[in-house]
């Protein structure tokens, strides 16, 4: 956690941005009344994270995972081997795109090394854009976004298996986009959300990479714009996370 933590505090529940930087790690808390938790994305340093700051993860229900980016699954193996340490023995699920393959091969590797010391179960649940689903009284509807890899050596990619999520509790939306290029459709889930959170990893606008790979933060902004409030995220190296709206 940062001093750029970005805090939102809803009816009965409440979000933070535990980190986020563009090519390094995002991580998402989200916190019910209830005393349980979700968690958006699980980038490196994530479990130092929850930690440090007493998060209790005998009661980390579900991890929804928007895309397999090294930045976004890194913490996915010391998660799990702290919930081993400290034997919880609580069920929790794995929200993942379906034909997303690096967490599955992060929880194989676990459960291989491992195969008859992990006190609870691992479901994986393999979820497809438009599908809805409860974890408890949260409504989740994940939807469908365009965003491609892209590396010095080999250029933009081909897209992945990538989503965004919306989350619904107690007549609030919450809204956080994943990384998404701006040929996503986006507009349907984000007006009038509750709270936005989307990412902004370009410094100029437009292109190739804009359109299939990440937005900028103009584009960010306008999107913002029709949400109640919005942190932008996942800014490129040293550049702050944004706040839009009361
Ligand atoms: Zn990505």
Redesign the pocket.
Known sequence: MTENAQIWLGNGWSVQVLFSRGGLSTSILVSLDSGTYLLLDCGDGCLRDLVSQGTDLHRLDAILLT?G?F??VGGLHSLLGYMRMIGRNTPFIILTPHKAREDKLIIDAFTTVYPDSVPFDIPRREVKGGEEIKLGDIKVTPFDVI?CGSTKQGGIGEPLPALGYLLQYHGERVVYTG?CGLDSKLEPYISEADLLIIEATLNEPGGEMEERVHLSLESAQRFAASAKKAFIIHRPGGLPPVEVGG
Do not use: L, N, R, V
């Open positions: 895309h980016h930045d976004h965003h990384d």
